[in-house]
């Protein structure tokens, strides 16, 4: 079971990289809303992060689920780039990495999307990690505190200097606190009914786009 928790995100960021990169030639960037389709060989198992298994599973969450930073496809080295996060600091201790996140995000029922989110995500994934959450805790037990000083930053404090910690925390998916909130009880396993995707069907998945946070999104999953 270690091994899933830690090789489940990395191989899908390969995937994703992989599915993101291919469609770089589907045209010249795109509009909000519409439908996402993904081929795939082996389907969808659960929109769920916390039950899914498979490298598809993982490779639509990031297309559902915000993240603080994302790859950038198109430098050969995949730089990070934004994501919710429109920038980010780590002090020169290496102990504190802030993030600086879009103003006005929202979810997609009209929610706004903010830093609380974020902490509440992480804090939550911490809470539960040696049951539910155990699929992405390693993603975050290296965090000591982490807090939202205003609706768009974010300060992780680390005990000690964590060369991952760009990597972790901010490929980590970001919950709506407001819906997850009452399924977080620490139950195996931690659920969402996935109430926005009534044509969910075994190997035929239909996925609408994520909900929209910035220009430099949407430029980027549209490459």
């Known amino acids: 079971m270690k091994d899933r928790s830690r090789t489940g995100p990395a191989a899908a960021v390969v995937l994703a990289i992989a599915l993101i990169g291919c469609s770089s030639n589907a045209g010249n960037g795109g509009g909000q809303g519409g439908t996402l389709r993904i081929g795939t060989s082996s389907g969808i198992s659960s929109l769920n992060p ?4 498979n490298q598809d599973d993982y490779a639509t969450w990031m297309y559902i689920y915000p993240t603080l930073v994302q790859y950038d496809t198109t430098k050969p080295n995949y ?3 934004p994501n919710f996060a429109q920038s980010w600091d780590l002090s020169k201790d290496g102990l504190k990495l802030t993030f600086h996140t879009t103003p006005n995000a929202s979810w997609s029922d009209g929610q706004p999307l903010t830093a609380d989110d974020v902490v509440w995500t992480v ?15 390693n993603s975050v037990n290296t965090i000591k505190t982490i807090e939202a000083p205003d609706d768009n930053t974010v300060v992780a404090t680390y005990a000690r200097p964590t ?31 996935p109430q926005r995707f009534p044509h969910l069907r ?8 994520p909900p929209q946070h910035g220009d430099r999104y949407r430029e980027l999953k549209n490459r």
């Open 79 to 81: 730089d990070f780039a």
């Open 123 to 137: 804090e939550m994934i911490q809470k539960y990690q040696h049951g539910p959450t155990g699929a992405w805790a």
């Open 163 to 193: 060369a991952t910690a760009l990597s972790d925390v901010g490929m980590t998916p970001i919950l709506p606190e407001q819906v997850w909130s009452q399924y977080a009880t620490g139950d195996p396993p931690v659920v969402s009914h």
């Open 202 to 209: 075994p190997l035929h998945g239909i996925v609408k786009n």
């Open 50 to 53: 916390f039950v899914g298994f």
